[in-house]
C-alpha cells in the first residue's frame, strides 16, 4: 500500500522560496514504472500539473510550462522521497499544493498542503 | 481555463442517474484512457474510475465511465447523498514529453 507523506510551511513570503517534500512510503522513488508528480489546486485555476521526476535507467524530469523557468522538482533516494521547490513566488501561487504518483495511468494523490503566499 | 471541458454544476435527486461530460481534444482524451476523481471538501481527490470504465477496489458499481472520441463521462446511477461531492476528470495529454491535464471540475448536489 503506497503512502505519501507531505511537509512543509504553509506560509512563504512574496519572491521567496515554496519548497515542499513528499516521502514515499510502500514504494520507491527509484521505480522503473511510477512517475512522482506534484500538482496544484487554486479555486482561480483549478487542478493544474506542474511537473515530474521519473527513473527509467537514468532520472528524467519534465515541468508545466507555466512555470518552467522557476521550478525545481528533485528525488532523494537517500530518504526515498521528492521535493517541490518554487521560486519568486507571487499570492497567484497560493495553492493547496498535492504531490502524487503515477503507476501507469492513474494518480495516487498525497494529503495535501495549503501553502499561502502572504507578507 | 482547464484544458478539459466539465460542466461546473450537476444535481439529482437521490435514486436517479445522473451524467456528467468531459471534453477534451484528440492529443489527450482522444488518445488516452480516462481517470475521474471524487473531491469531498478538504480532502485530496480519490481515484474513482481509471483507464475510462475500470473501478478499484472499494467502488461501487453505481459508478461507471465511458468514452468516445474527444469527450468521456461519468454516470451514477441510483444517487445517494454521500455522492454530493466534486468531480473531476482527468487524462494525459500527448505534448511535448507528455503531461497530466484536468477538467474544471462539476460540483454534485443531491436535493
Known amino acids: 500500500q503506497v503512502h505519501l507523506q507531505q511537509s512543509g510551511p504553509g506560509l512563504v513570503k512574496p519572491s521567496q522560496t515554496l519548497s515542499l517534500t513528499c516521502a514515499i512510503s510502500g514504494d520507491s522513488v527509484s521505480s522503473n514504472s511510477a512517475s512522482w508528480n506534484w500538482i496544484r489546486q487554486s479555486p482561480s485555476r483549478g487542478l493544474e500539473w506542474l511537473g515530474r521526476t521519473y527513473y527509467r535507467s537514468k532520472w528524467s524530469t519534465h515541468y508545466a510550462v507555466s512555470v518552467k523557468s522557476r521550478i525545481n522538482i528533485k528525488p532523494d533516494t537517500s530518504k526515498n522521497q521528492f521535493s517541490l521547490q518554487l521560486n519568486s513566488v507571487t499570492p497567484e501561487d497560493t495553492a493547496v499544493y498535492y504531490c502524487a504518483r503515477d503507476g501507469g495511468g492513474s494518480l495516487f494523490w498525497g494529503q495535501g498542503t495549503l501553502v499561502t503566499v502572504s507578507s | 481555463q482547464s484544458v478539459l471541458t466539465q460542466p461546473p454544476s450537476a444535481s439529482g435527486t437521490p435514486g436517479q442517474r445522473v451524467t456528467i461530460s468531459c471534453s477534451g481534444s484528440s492529443s489527450n482524451i482522444g488518445r488516452n484512457t480516462v481517470n475521474w476523481y471524487q473531491q469531498l471538501p478538504g480532502t485530496a481527490p480519490k481515484l474513482l474510475i481509471y483507464g475510462t470504465n475500470q473501478r478499484p477496489s472499494g467502488v461501487p458499481d453505481r459508478f461507471s465511465g465511458s468514452k468516445s472520441g474527444t469527450s468521456a463521462s461519468l454516470a451514477i446511477s441510483g444517487l445517494q447523498s454521500e455522492d454530493e461531492a466534486d468531480y473531476y476528470c482527468?487524462?494525459?495529454?500527448?505534448?511535448?514529453?507528455?503531461?497530466?491535464?484536468f477538467g474544471g471540475g462539476t460540483r454534485l448536489t443531491v436535493l
Open positions: 482527468a487524462t494525459w495529454d500527448d505534448g511535448l514529453y507528455g503531461h497530466w491535464v
